[in-house]
């Protein structure tokens, strides 16, 4: 007789390694009532106005700022990030949503095209039920980033959330339920990862959209492919961050600091290679090490505090090993390099130098706190090593000629490129990315159009 049970779904707060709540993963029963709620919640609201579904937005954006401090108190106990950090978040989910409640109208118009029919048409209609499995390091903002368009668009949504962080995705449900979104029309599914496949599988999911590392990405995508289901994919990133030898070398050094540790560094469009010319590159650097060195870490509830715990211990010996490895093959130690001593998964904001294509922190993916610092003789050089990548989502370049800059940026291989500013999502601008960082669009026109069928609409002639 089997007698496996599934394991509970813990909420540890890293910053301790104190463990909050223990769930109970949904059975198969529920995850049938869940699919079954949704399915029929979404037959109806696709009916309606897109105005009257852009009602439901507004209320969501009320609802987030309502709750804010309880719902940043929840994503800094369970990943860690400084509550300043939490707070912000909330208020950009309120603030997609506000964007998506005033151009979602606009966005999904239908676009008339002249050709041999009395009347053809473009038009947008909504999938249907679209399954969201989101990680753990902005729990609300990846979620509403997709809800909100989708939602608008006619859609219903299914959220798989990572699972050091069930009472986020809770918590969501909680924000949904206080809009007065129809009962099914959202579904938070409290399950592992090994059920995602059953849920994918199902008919009455239409597509699925995955935020989280490229391997995981891969397995989600050939699941879908085979099931012949739209998908949507944002993963890994290891953003380049050119300066030239004419950049604002003050201006770069205090967004860089940014770009890379914000949210602990745990951040997919974060920079991660500063790809530095000669010219300037030790008054880059100097700047920029003493920038992280002055970060001040712990206890991510103090205000004072600039950098707070990783999500998770294991993700931080990762980075460690990282670092060791780099350090082996010859980058130097600027600043930082080891664990924090005692409780939690804190690690100190840590800048490498002389860092080369071959080396583990230039080819890897780091999700943490450390910098590479990579020097190159001039601006080709910079845009072909920012290209010696597989990832390509975000890219920063700073130089104070703009004609120059548009021409390099159309050579940089990423979804984005952002001249002399920090690299962001923005809910007017599609975010995604191209080779092993994804592909499909989210935000702007482009991502509420990302989950509806493209339909051609042709009238013949009236007959007579």
């Not at 699925?208 to 012949?228: H, K, P, R």
């Not at 004609?403 to 159309?410: E, G």
């Not at 050579?411 to 191209?434: K, Q, T, W």
Request: glycine share 8%.
């Amino acid at each position: 007789m089997n007698t496996r049970t599934t394991p509970p779904i813990l909420s540890i707060n890293p910053a301790t390694g104190e463990t909050l709540a223990e769930f109970s993963s949904d059975s198969a029963s529920v995850i049938e009532a869940k699919l079954a709620a949704t399915a029929a919640a979404q037959s109806d609201w696709a009916r309606l106005t897109i105005e009257e579904r852009c009602g439901l937005l507004d209320r969501m954006a009320k609802a987030l700022r309502s709750g804010a401090a309880d719902y940043a108190c929840l994503i800094t106990l369970e990943m860690g990030k400084p509550i300043a950090e939490a707070e912000a978040e909330i208020e950009k989910c309120a603030w997609c949503c506000e964007h998506y409640r005033d151009q979602a109208a606009a966005y999904l118009k239908g676009e008339v095209i002249a050709s041999g029919a009395s009347h053809s048409e473009v038009v947008f209609d909504p999938l249907g039920s679209v399954l969201a499995v989101m990680p753990w390091n902005y729990p609300f903002w990846q979620f509403f980033r997709f809800a909100a368009p989708a939602l608008a668009a006619g859609n219903a949504t299914l959220l798989k959330h990572a699972s050091n962080v069930p009472q986020c995705a809770l918590a969501i449900a909680d924000v949904m339920a206080a809009a007065g979104a129809p009962e099914g029309l959202t579904a938070t599914l409290m399950i592992g990862s090994g059920a995602v496949r059953g849920v994918l599988a199902d008919p009455r999911v239409a597509a699925v959209t995955l935020t989280g590392s490229t391997e995981v990405g891969a397995q989600v995508a050939a699941q879908a492919g085979g099931l012949l289901k739209k998908q949507v994919l944002e993963l890994g990133g290891s953003d380049p961050f050119i300066v030239l030898e004419d950049a604002d070398i003050d201006a770069a050094v205090a967004v860089a600091v940014k770009s890379r540790f914000q949210n602990t560094g745990q951040s997919c469009i974060a920079a991660k290679r500063f790809i530095v010319v000669d010219a300037i590159a030790d008054r880059f650097a100097d700047a920029f090490t003493a920038g992280a060195a002055a970060l001040k870490v712990g206890d991510p509830f103090d205000r004072s505090n600039t950098q707070g715990s990783m999500a998770r211990a294991n993700l931080r010996d990762e980075l460690h090993d990282q670092v060791t490895r780099a350090l082996t093959d010859g980058a130097t130690l600027r600043t930082g390099g080891a664990p924090l001593d005692g409780p939690g998964a804190f690690y100190q904001p840590t800048v490498l130098d002389h860092v080369t294509p071959d080396n583990p922190v230039f080819r890897e993916e780091t999700f943490g706190p450390v910098a590479a610092i990579v020097r190159v003789p001039d601006a080709d050089t910079a845009v072909a090593q920012a290209n010696a990548t597989e990832f390509g989502l975000g890219a920063g370049l700073w130089t104070a000629d703009l004609d120059r800059a548009r021409t390099l940026a159309r050579r940089i291989e990423a979804g984005a490129v952002f001249v002399n500013g920090l690299v962001a999502s923005d809910p007017r601008l599609p975010f995604g990315g191209i080779k092993q960082s994804g592909y499909g669009r989210e935000l702007g026109a482009w991502g509420i159009r990302e989950f509806t069928n493209t339909k051609t609409l042709w009238v013949g002639p009236a007959s007579s």
